[in-house]
C-alpha cells in the first residue's frame, strides 16, 4: 500500500508538473511568435521606406528625363531657327551677288562709255588742231 501511494504521489506530482512545463512551452512558443512578428515587422518597415525610396527615385527620374526632353526640344528648336537663318542669309548672300553683278556690269559700261566719248574728245581735239594746223599752214 505504501508503494501504491508513493506512485499515486508521483503521478499527482507529475500531474502538477505537466502543466508547468505545458505551460512554459507555451510561453517559449508565445516568445519565438513575439520574436519573429516583430522581426516580421522589422521586415515590412524596411521593405516600406524601400518603397518610399524608390518611388521617390522614380518621381526625381521622370523629372530628370523631362528636363532632358524640354532641354533636346530646345536645341532642336535652335538648330530649325539656325537652319532657317542660315538660308536666309544664303537667299540675302544670292541676293547681293546678283546686285553686286549687275552693279559691276553697269559701272562697266559706264566706264567704257566715258572712255569711248574721252576718246572722242580726243580724237576732236585732235582733228581740229590738225585742221587748224594745215589751215595754218596752207594760208602761210
Known amino acids: 500500500?505504501?508503494?501504491?501511494?508513493?506512485?499515486?504521489?508521483?503521478?499527482?506530482?507529475?500531474?502538477?508538473?505537466?502543466?508547468?512545463?505545458?505551460?512554459a512551452l507555451t510561453q517559449a512558443e508565445q516568445e519565438i511568435h513575439e520574436a519573429l512578428a516583430e522581426e516580421w515587422t522589422r521586415h515590412v518597415t524596411n521593405l516600406s521606406r524601400d518603397m518610399a525610396d524608390l518611388q521617390r527615385s522614380t518621381l526625381e527620374l521622370n523629372e530628370h528625363v523631362k528636363n532632358q526632353?524640354?532641354?533636346?526640344?530646345?536645341?532642336?528648336?535652335?538648330?530649325?531657327?539656325?537652319?532657317?537663318?542660315?538660308?536666309?542669309?544664303?537667299?540675302?548672300?544670292?541676293?547681293?551677288?546678283?546686285?553686286?553683278?549687275?552693279?559691276?556690269?553697269?559701272?562697266?559700261?559706264?566706264?567704257?562709255?566715258?572712255a569711248f566719248f574721252a576718246v572722242a574728245i580726243v580724237v576732236a581735239v585732235i582733228a581740229k588742231y590738225e585742221i587748224r594746223h594745215r589751215h595754218h599752214h596752207a594760208t602761210s
Do not use: K, M
Not at 500500500?1 to 505551460?23: I, N
Open 69 to 114: 526632353g524640354d532641354f533636346l526640344l530646345t536645341i532642336s528648336e535652335t538648330v530649325g531657327n539656325t537652319e532657317q537663318s542660315t538660308e536666309d542669309a544664303e537667299e540675302q548672300l544670292v541676293q547681293a551677288n546678283t546686285r553686286h553683278s549687275s552693279d559691276a556690269r553697269l559701272l562697266l559700261c559706264l566706264l567704257l562709255w566715258a
Open 1 to 23: 500500500q505504501q508503494q501504491q501511494q508513493l506512485q499515486q504521489q508521483q503521478q499527482q506530482q507529475l500531474q502538477l508538473e505537466q502543466p508547468a512545463s505545458h505551460d
